[in-house]
């Protein structure tokens, strides 16, 4: 505590100044974090409880010959072991993919990539479940994998999915959005066309916490209650009750406290549907939790796409049109998140933060023979994609032009007079005023300054680089006109309750994993109602005690639920309006609201605060006609439109001329992401999301070799940042609310990861410009920064 | 969670218990001191010793002593003891250079001189720094000590002169007046092993000429030290062109494999680029007048 003490004092720490709805305020969960009181799903042991482990495979494409588990039934400690063949016995061989693919539970034909779920044991506990694993015996009869993405539509490539009727090649889906002709008629005529091929490799969240479940089935009375590492319990419980057979209202679907999702514990693993299995088998609860390496290597890794990207300019530099085709590697099920008309989920916004007059892309998913999914990793559904591909495809415009890379972008960005602006493939940006972030990401960054060093530095051969990107994300899914993810649609419910003293509930459904819901959306309640946050208690993670909604992921918390909030708060300022004027012995349109309290116009000491309000409700207050005895309201927000929050990022990077190291020395981000709730958990957000960014730049990635083995399976192997490899983040931003969300505010959790790699590789690539390069792919480890200084820049896949 | 195959532990009181226990237990046991190479080798299942002998009790083993010409190091002091050393950062700046890229500070807390020699990774920063500082090591089996030299201690990736029924139990260092020495590495990110790293130490005479050098480089295919490079040191005046000449001999003298840290002639570079630069500091730190300038990395 001492050390403590001699810090600044922290405004946001002090109950005094501490504001009654939005502003800086310490996070409410935290306390519980800080003293290692959190509540995983790891942490929760019930009265006879089992463990399960996974066999899993060790090679990449397979037939599968025969798995013997005669040895490990053996096993004294062990009470299940569960195949591919007992499965296919309850029909739950293969569930459903979020993608409407189907997944293999448990491998009853082939294995389909290294890692992949082949058996299942239910053991004592999980060191023995761990021993039996080595006792089970499993025949493969290898085949040759489809690893290459460029070479899985060949002619004659391994039929990975040929399980699925009719099936002759590893085509999942071709996918476009906006008009190839017009397109290409703007290329035709344009001045200047670049073309470059940019590589976004598999990444993968990698959340401290690995996924995993304890599921406890009541023979008895039928009721199924799941602990889960999940971001979406309810629609986890829908699709488990579609599933496995089990009645909607007999699932309880538990989320506790989350260690990081990421997207990564949007879908249904494997694993979790073995434990619910297992707990049914042997009449017991049963914790699975995946080890570090099962979950680099089997659950839901991000990117993957090889995207050919042009563009087209005067040589001006107005630029006209963007176009690009796009490989997708989907792996060997196609268990990618994404709303269901979007196969490519939003990478159609890769129109980016330019005004244009043409755009066209093309998406074709294949599978190849690696772990599956591609929901992930703070993508806000493929939209990190979209704004690398531009924002790079910009900075080698700019290269071609001769022209300042910042200059570049200011002249061609969509002006605040346009919006709402519709883009060329079909969206409409909400707000925006981008011109001013700039600017002052600019200004923060020193940029002209910056130039005038690196002019310098290149004068005596060292190597500097100042990368910029502007980027404009699509979030919030989403008006359930158009986005439905396997036929639910894209809103969220909240509900609130104002007990009779004054105090307050709110109940979501969404899911928090780190965020600080607990707070936000305390604050959004205390804002519309006058209620101090600290006496709002915020419920979520558990389907018996919240509304029905989609959950956590994209960056659609505040935008739907948050919404949601707003609403409900306000159908309950309402109704205390007319208790109020009931109590007051006045008529409902001669009560003013001011924070928390309706008073009587013209006479400010005539009022009632929300308490009292509350206690007259409950009470013996003679009611209104049509009023119940209540401060309770429920909302389920179904969004007009998606929110576009945008930002502006300057990177400044220092290459070591004889090593390739690169160092982050710099990063400025300028985020619009609306109103601002909380700054101090947007600045977080942000925070994180920078590092995200600077790893994937920098380090992160999944590699594979030719026979499928994965080669990112450890954190020896897959690495991510550490304070050592980032900066002092310096954060600026702008307002410019969301017009059609009712508090303004338009989602802030994934901006940075998406804006941040191509600010780093931008300045990568900015500090190697000196000896000719143009691109280079991520991850910009020292030797691939090496070999593009020779000239050698080389895909990483 | 990873979780380890079954195995038994037993902590020792004194070497001498050590020594029996490890007697006793035959050819499964392995020692744990520091374990941070041993264990996650454990829980992935690559390593399965029945037994688990703990020598973490051995106060007798944490030890930095300055004894006339030799710096004397028990072979239980940890990574965070040698840097947190005034005196090894004055006498051997080395291990300071090499310590502050040695994994991180859990690690370091944890890790042991004794236990990263008797690993031998082939990417372990002090088994170079040891060549370079041309260290002595003490093995101790139940018929008592024999002190051997790096070259000696060395036999292969994983494979030291410390029988399975001996310990290492201390690690000298001459102490040299007018020497300096340094190491750098490379690495994609703090705490991962080296894409490549590069020691060397060298000795001065009254004159300004070199009267001794060595050279050793990490996780490139080097066993022992880089003769024919810190031979043609010897006798010249430091300067730029001669740490070049060294550089690519040290080069030429590597054999390294690709793998996801990089490829062969990256790493080759690194050997060459990465000698040249230790090689300045070394002659820096050993008194050596300003360097003959020559544009270099």
Known sequence: ?????????????????????????????????????????????????????????????????????????????????????????????????????????????????????????????????????????????????????????????????????????????????????????????????????????????????????????????????????????????????????????????????IGGGFGNKVGIYPGYILAVVGSIVTGRPVKWMEDRSENLMSTSFARDYIMRGEIAATREGRILAVRTHVLADHGAFNATAQPTKYPAGFFSIFTGSYDLQAAHCAVTGVYTNKAPGGVAYACSFRVTEAVYLVERMVDVLAAE?????????????????????????????????????????????????????QAEKRARGELMGIGVSFFTETVGAGPRKHMDILGLGMNDGAE??????GKAVVRL???????????????????ELGIPPEDIDVVHGDTDRTPFGLGTYGSRSTPVSGGAVALAARKVRDKARAIAAAMLETRPEDLEWEKGRWYVQGDPSAGRTIAEIALGAHGTVALPEGVDGNLDAEVTYDPPNLTFPFGAYVCVVDVDRGTGKVRVRRFVAVDDCGTRINPMIIEGQVHGGLADGVGMALMEFIGFDEQGNCLGGSFMDYLIPTAMEVPDWETGHT?????????????????????????????????????GVRHMDMPCTPARVWAAMQGRATPPI | ?????????????????????????????????????????????????????????????????????????????????????????????????????????????????????????????????????????????????????????????????????????EVRFPVRPRSGSAYEKVERRVGDWAVAAAGAALVLADDGTIADASIGLTALGLSGLATDAAAVLLGTHPSEEVFAEAGRLAAAASSPVEDQRGPVDYKRHLAEE??????RSAAERAGAGALTAVQGG
């Open chain 2, 1 to 169: 969670m990873q979780v380890p195959a079954p195995f038994e532990y037993a902590r020792a009181t004194s070497v001498a218990d050590a020594l029996e226990l490890l007697e006793r237990h035959g050819p499964e046991a392995r020692v744990l001191a520091g374990g941070h190479s041993l264990l996650p080798m454990m829980k992935l299942r690559l390593a399965r010793p029945d037994w688990l002998i703990d020598l973490g009790d051995l106060a007798e083993l944490r030890h930095l002593i300055r004894d006339g010409d030799w710096l004397r190091v028990g072979a239980l002091t940890t990574h965070a003891d040698l840097l947190a050393s005034a005196q090894v950062g004055r006498l051997l700046p080395i291990v300071h250079d090499a310590e502050r890229v040695i994994a991180d500070p859990v690690v370091r807390n944890r890790g042991t001189i004794g236990g990263s020699l008797g690993q031998a990774d082939p990417a372990e920063d002090l088994s170079t720094v040891c060549d370079v500082l041309r260290a002595r090591v003490v093995i101790t089996g139940r018929a008592g000590e024999r002190v051997i030299g790096m070259e000696e201690f060395h036999r292969g990736p994983y494979e030291t002169a410390c029988e399975q029924h001996e310990l290492i139990t």
């Open chain 1, 509 to 527: 459904s969404v899911q928090t994993q780190g965020q600080g819901h607990e707070t936000t959306f305390a604050q959004i309640l205390a804002e």
């Open chain 2, 274 to 279: 990465l000698t040249r630069r230790v090689l």
């Open chain 1, 1 to 257: 505590m001492t050390a403590v003490e001699h810090r600044p004092a922290n405004p946001a720490a002090t109950s005094a100044d501490r504001p009654i709805g939005f502003g800086r305020i310490q996070r409410k969960e935290d306390p519980r974090f800080v003293r290692g009181k959190g509540r995983y799903v790891d942490d929760i042991v019930l009265p006879g409880m089992l463990h399960g482990a996974i066999l899993r495979s060790p090679v990449a494409h397979a037939r599968l010959v025969s798995v013997d588990t005669t040895e490990a039934l053996a096993h004294p400690k062990v009470h299940a072991v569960i195949t591919g063949r007992d499965l296919e016995g309850l029909n739950l061989a293969w569930a459903p993919t979020l993608s409407a693919d189907v997944q293999a539970v448990l491998a009853t034909d082939k294995v389909r990539f290294q890692g992949q779920e082949v058996a299942f044991v239910v053991a004592e506990d999980r060191y023995a479940a761990r021993d039996a694993l080595e006792l089970i015996d499993v025949e493969y009869e290898e085949l040759p994998p489809v690893i290459d993405a460029r070479r899985a539509l060949d002619p004659g490539a391994p039929v990975i999915r040929d399980d699925l009727a009719g099936r002759t090649d590893n085509h999942v889906f071709d996918w476009e959005a906006g008009d190839a002709a017009e397109t290409d008629a703007v290329f035709a005529a344009a001045e200047v066309v670049v073309a470059q091929e940019v590589v976004y490799p598999r990444v993968h969240p990698a959340p401290m916490e690995t996924c995993g479940a304890l599921a406890d089935y009541d023979p008895v009375d039928g009721t199924l209650t799941l602990y889960e590492t999940t971001q979406a319990p309810h629609a986890h419980r829908t699709l488990f009750a579609m599933v496995a057979g089990i009645p909607e209202h007999k699932i309880r679907v538990i989320s506790p406290d």
């Open chain 1, 735 to 771: 307002v410019t609310p969301s017009p059609h969300h009712p508090i303004g505010a338009k989602g802030i959790g994934e901006s940075a990861t998406v804006g941040s790699p191509p600010a780093v590789v931008n300045a990568v690539v900015d500090a190697l410009a000196p000896l």
């Open chain 1, 401 to 453: 032009l001769g022209m300042d890379p910042a200059e570049l972008r200011l002249r061609n960005f969509i002006r605040p007079e346009q919006f709402p602006y519709r883009n060329k493939t079909g969206w409409e940006y909400d707000s925006g005023d981008y011109e001013p972030a700039m600017r002052k990401a600019l200004e923060m960054a020193g940029y002209d300054e910056l130039r005038r060093e």
């Open chain 1, 496 to 501: 609130v309750r104002v007990h009779p003293t």
